[in-house]
């Protein structure tokens, strides 16, 4: 017998089912959100979402197997996932043009440049969403009012999110409808429009033990926390925006994410407050996706400072 241990790329993952198995239930996950986004959105959902995942699959291909020279594995669902999320994070009115300029990046430099599933250091799909924001600002703030012109696509009716009118003061939080953020009759990208959506995915990851609740629970108390001490309404800032969203499906990705629950949680609670320092005093009226590929940065570092007790280190018996 070979005495040579290989070890497989990241992510490990201690559980009985594969990685793909565990990729496409969150792909599963995903489906009341993507629901949400068709009945307030209509055709414009669609449209995004479709050309996101298959381009995310084809630039994955395409890349794996003529310039990296290896075998392509798009069944195992990472590729997919890339594209579902990275599509929850556009606008319903985003041209195809630009949803096809953001799946490239979000696999060809955000995955493939680091070698592929489980090299990379950052969250490829925010990767793709941060570089179409700051390249076509334009085109990523143009937000189709929920429920008005579900046929139309890049032509339909716009207005303001939640974050923007209270960013720019156009209203006051008082008069802000939590029954609309809770349920999805806002404006915003594809994944922000019902939290109940969002928290039904968070459940079924929790049930099949595909995440656990570190990372999610201490983002929305670390948000929370500053959001009180920063005198604003910490419920419409967990509602509102990607951070629901970020907190439960991006964050918690296993490669760009701490390995202990006690790096889990310190990685969580600075997501949450670096958010709302961003939400309160930056220049956007959002901040998720910065505050987690700036964590993402620091996942090594969190690693290497809070470690796992190494095995045998403790109750090591005595030999006479």
Not at 99 to 117: E, R
Not at 183 to 194: D, K, P, Q, T
Request: hydrophobic share 55%; charged share 10%; glycine share 12%.
């Amino acid at each position: 017998m070979s005495k040579i241990l290989t070890v497989s790329l990241p992510p490990h993952i201690h559980a009985p089912g594969s990685v793909a198995a565990c990729m496409w239930r969150v792909n599963l996950a995903l489906l009341p959100a993507f629901g949400c986004a068709l009945y307030f959105f209509g055709l414009g959902a669609a449209i995004v979402t479709v050309v996101s995942v298959l381009c995310c699959i084809f630039f994955e291909y395409a890349i794996t197997r003529w310039m990296l020279g290896r075998t392509p594995h798009i069944a195992d669902g990472s590729a997919a996932l890339t594209g579902f999320l990275l599509a929850l994070n556009l606008p319903s009115t985003l041209p195809v043009w630009t949803v096809i300029i953001g799946a490239f990046v979000a696999i060809g430099i955000g995955k493939m440049a680091f070698g592929g599933l489980g090299c990379n250091i950052f969250n490829p799909a925010l990767v793709g969403r941060v570089f179409l924001l700051l390249s076509f600002p334009v085109q990523m703030t143009n937000w189709q009012l929920p429920g008005v012109d579900r046929l139309a696509y890049t032509d339909a009716a716009t207005g303001a999110t939640t974050l923007q009118l209270l960013k720019s003061g156009a209203v006051e939080a008082s008069d802000i409808d939590l029954w609309n953020l809770t349920f999805g009759a806002i404006g915003g990208s594809l994944g922000e429009v019902s939290a109940v959506a969002i928290l039904i995915g968070f459940i079924f990851l929790l049930v099949t033990k595909v995440i656990t609740w570190h990372i999610p629970v201490s983002i929305f108390v670390g948000a929370t926390l500053l959001s009180f001490l920063a005198g604003i309404n910490p419920v419409i800032e967990l509602l509102s925006g990607g951070l629901l969203l970020g907190a439960v499906f991006m964050a918690t990705d296993y490669v760009t994410s701490p390995m202990t629950g006690k790096g889990m949680i310190i990685y969580g609670l600075l997501i949450g407050t670096i958010t709302i320092i961003i939400r309160c005093w930056g220049a956007y009226p959002e901040g998720m996706s910065f505050a987690i590929l700036i964590m993402n940065g620091f996942t090594p570092l969190i690693n290497r400072c809070v470690k796992p007790k190494r095995f045998g280190a403790a109750g090591r018996a005595v030999s006479a």
